[in-house]
């Protein structure tokens, strides 16, 4: 199972990202996707998470401007962020909690990261 965060970049105070998150493998069923942020330095923080049937919750200080959805068909979660600030700066990673077929087609539960996507806001 793999997890491929995407979306990153560079934007000015104000503006907008779309972070993407793609699962591949023999998956059998994704339960809560989440997305994090980590800053150098700093504990890594849980940012917006989504149930399989949508219920969303967010850290406070995005509540209003960043929105979680998910696509089950695709496997695929996103991040829209709006109205960026600064102390948004930080390296976002996915992670999704889910079932996948081993070598034996057995369903086992696992915890699977996506490595960092940078999301850097200018002042």
């Known amino acids: 199972v793999q997890l491929q965060a995407s979306g990153g970049g560079v934007v000015q105070a104000g503006g907008s990202l779309r972070l993407s998150c793609a699962a591949s493998?023999?998956?059998?069923?994704?339960?809560?996707m989440r997305w994090y942020r980590q800053v150098p330095g700093k504990e890594r923080e849980l940012v917006a998470d989504?149930?399989?049937?949508?219920?969303?919750n967010y850290v406070d200080s995005v509540k209003g401007r960043f929105t979680i959805s998910r696509d089950n068909a695709k496997n695929m979660a996103y991040l829209q962020m709006n109205n960026l600030k600064p102390e948004d700066t930080a390296a976002y990673y996915c992670?999704?909690?889910?079932?996948?077929?081993?070598?034996?087609?057995?369903?086992?539960?696992?915890?699977?990261w996506g490595q960092g996507t940078l999301v850097t806001v200018s002042s």
């Open positions: 989504i149930t399989r049937t949508g219920s969303t």
């Open positions: 493998g023999r998956i059998s069923s994704i339960t809560t």
């Open positions: 992670a999704a909690d889910l079932y996948y077929l081993d070598g034996a087609s057995n369903p086992v539960v696992s915890r699977s």
